[in-house]
C-alpha cells in the first residue's frame, strides 16, 4: 500500500471516529441542557416556594443525580445540609407531595448486617 492510500485510509477512519464522537458529544450537550434546565427550574420557581431545608435537601439529591436517580441515604444527606436525618425525612415527604421529587426505591436499614441495607433513590423532577 502506497503512502497516499495509506493517508486516506487514515483520513476515512478519522472521519469515522469523528462521527461517532460528535453523536456522543450531542448526546452529552443535550443531556448538560436538561441538567441546566431543570436546575434553573429550582432555582427560579422552587426556592420561593421551599422552605430552607426542602431546598438544601432538593439541591442535594439534584447534585447527586447520575443518569437521573440520586442514590444516597438520608443521613449523609442530613450531614451534608446541616440537618438531622428526621427533618431530612419530612422535607423528603413533603418534596414527593410538592411533586418535585419521586422516591424510586425506598430504603431503610433492616438489621444490623450492612448487607441488608438498602439505600433510597430519588427522581428530581
Do not use: C
Request: net charge positive; glycine share 4%.
Amino acid at each position: 500500500m502506497n503512502a497516499i492510500a495509506m493517508k486516506k485510509r487514515t483520513s476515512s477512519e478519522n472521519a469515522t471516529d469523528r462521527g461517532v464522537s460528535d453523536i456522543d458529544k450531542k448526546q452529552r450537550r443535550l443531556k448538560h441542557a436538561k441538567r441546566w434546565a431543570l436546575f434553573n427550574r429550582l432555582i427560579e420557581l422552587d426556592q420561593r416556594s421551599l422552605k430552607d431545608v426542602e431546598f438544601r435537601v432538593v439541591m442535594t439529591l439534584f447534585r447527586h443525580q447520575r443518569d437521573g436517580v440520586a442514590s444516597i441515604p438520608q443521613i449523609e444527606i442530613a450531614r451534608q445540609v446541616g440537618k438531622t436525618r428526621e427533618a431530612v425525612s419530612r422535607a423528603i415527604r413533603s418534596l414527593v407531595k410538592k411533586e418535585l421529587v419521586v422516591i424510586i426505591r425506598q430504603g431503610g436499614q433492616f438489621g444490623q448486617n450492612p448487607e441488608q441495607r438498602v439505600v433510597s433513590k430519588y427522581h428530581v423532577l
